[in-house]
């Protein structure tokens, strides 16, 4: 099995802003992923990238082909079977913190090309080093951890960077 996964920091608008371009350049299949509130019906639906109607969705997968999931038995099936798919987790973005965010894929064999082309495409603007710091005032430097400009922004104006899980929050400089 093979796969890339990356972990970052970025504004909403800015992913979405993203996926809006490559959706549009490279005729991408794209699914906003809805399970809480459940709604059997609307799991999985095909979406069209616009900021307005991205806002509900913090799971995206971007395909090559179509995906027919209408029940949780069978999104936990495609979840787990899944391969050659883009996923992309979308952090929490309130205004007061700021959640990181993962793309990645997995695959059986080959990753497909056009997706190791997106994920890069997407880090290249990316800044590169942060210190992490736990709640009892613990700091190391993470020379690997990425984010965007706009999340450079929002901690500058003192919105907290925070991690998926935990209390540790991030200081970029």
Known sequence: MKKINFQFHARYCEITQFLQSVIEENAIKVYGVNLFPYCREDILKHIYIHHSEMERYKFIILSR???????????????????????????EDNGTEL?????????????????????NQFKKPLL??????SPNGLSQYYPNHRYSQGA???????????????WNHFELR
């Open 65 to 91: 082909q179509n995906i027919e999931i209408g029940a949780s038995e069978q999104y936990n099936q495609f979840i787990s079977e899944s391969r050659r798919n883009l996923f992309i987790t979308i952090g």
């Open 99 to 119: 959640f990181d965010s993962a793309m990645g894929v997995i695959s059986d064999d080959v990753i497909d090309k056009l997706w190791i082309k997106i994920i």
């Open 128 to 133: 590169k080093g942060a210190f992490v710091t």
């Open 152 to 166: 450079k922004r929002a901690y500058d104006n003192a919105v907290i960077i925070r991690a998926r899980a935990g």
